[in-house]
């Protein structure tokens, strides 16, 4: 059974840096496409990140340059490194990824840029 566990949201001010994680079991993370997706209030849910099982990653025009996606193949995670945080980032980042025409996603890990 596929799991996805977040981790690492929180509150911090504009400027600031977050890394959240995503903790996956029945999965291998480096076999499988993963991403990160957001969803604000009153907002569709929308890809922030994703990396490819060739290590290709692709990002969102919004947080291009500030947001990095990683692989930690050891710990099994994927990892969302988030610098030059804005008000407009605050969101529920989920974690994602598809296997046999199913999606799974995480439950959700809040961040809230304030100042």
């Known amino acids: 059974q596929v799991q996805l566990v977040e981790s690492g949201g929180g509150l911090v001010q504009p400027g600031g840096s977050l890394r959240l994680s995503c903790l996956a079991s029945g999965i291998i993370v480096s076999n499988n496409v993963m991403g990160w997706y957001r969803q604000a209030p009153g907002k569709q849910r929308e890809l922030v990140a994703r990396?490819?099982?060739?290590?290709?990653?692709i990002y969102s025009d919004s947080v291009k340059g500030r947001f990095t996606i990683s692989r930690d193949n050891a710990k099994n995670t994927v990892d969302l490194q988030m610098n030059n945080l804005k008000l407009e980032d605050t969101a529920v980042y989920h974690c994602?990824?598809?296997?046999?025409?199913?999606?799974?996603w995480g439950q959700g890990t809040q961040v809230t840029v304030s100042s």
């Open positions: 990396i490819y099982t060739s290590g290709t990653t």
């Open positions: 994602h990824t598809f296997r046999s025409w199913t999606d799974y």
